[in-house]
């Protein structure tokens, strides 16, 4: 687990917003992106077993989406202060493994 892990965890529970500064592959430097977490989990499409941060990017250069980060790649998370609501980008049937109180998104 990430040094930071309550950080993380807090902001689920709180649905707070967090900038997170981790190593972009794709990339090849550090980069900043403001999300909204997830979930901390091993995933279902990448077969590794690796628990990852899954969080929503608000920020990215494409679209928003999902970016799976190994702790590792990651140098810190900070509460933004901001809130989020779950609404505005979960659109599938969740099925967390850290618990929450998201109502019908949790």
């Given at each position: 687990?990430?040094?930071?892990?309550?950080?993380?965890?807090?902001?689920?529970?709180?649905?707070?917003?967090l900038r997170i500064r981790f190593y972009s592959e794709d990339d090849?430097?550090?980069?900043?992106?403001?999300?909204?977490?997830?979930?901390?989990?091993?995933?279902?499409?990448?077969?590794?077993?690796?628990?990852?941060?899954?969080?929503?990017?608000?920020?990215?250069?494409?679209?928003?989406?999902?970016?799976?980060?190994?702790?590792?790649?990651?140098?810190?998370?900070?509460?933004?202060?901001?809130?989020?609501?779950?609404?505005?980008?979960?659109?599938?049937?969740?099925?967390?493994?850290?618990?929450?109180?998201?109502?019908?998104?949790?």
């Amino acid at each position: 687990m990430h040094n930071q892990h309550d950080v993380f965890i807090d902001a689920i529970h709180t649905k707070k917003k967090l900038r997170i500064r981790f190593y972009s592959e794709d990339d090849g430097r550090y980069i900043e992106r403001v999300c909204a977490p997830m979930d901390h989990a091993a995933g279902t499409r990448i077969k590794d077993g690796i628990p990852r941060y899954w969080v929503w990017d608000f920020e990215s250069d494409k679209t928003n989406h999902t970016l799976p980060l190994r702790e590792e790649r990651i140098e810190y998370m900070i509460d933004t202060g901001d809130h989020f609501e779950p609404s505005s980008f979960v659109s599938w049937r969740p099925a967390w493994v850290i618990d929450r109180d998201w109502g019908q998104y949790s």
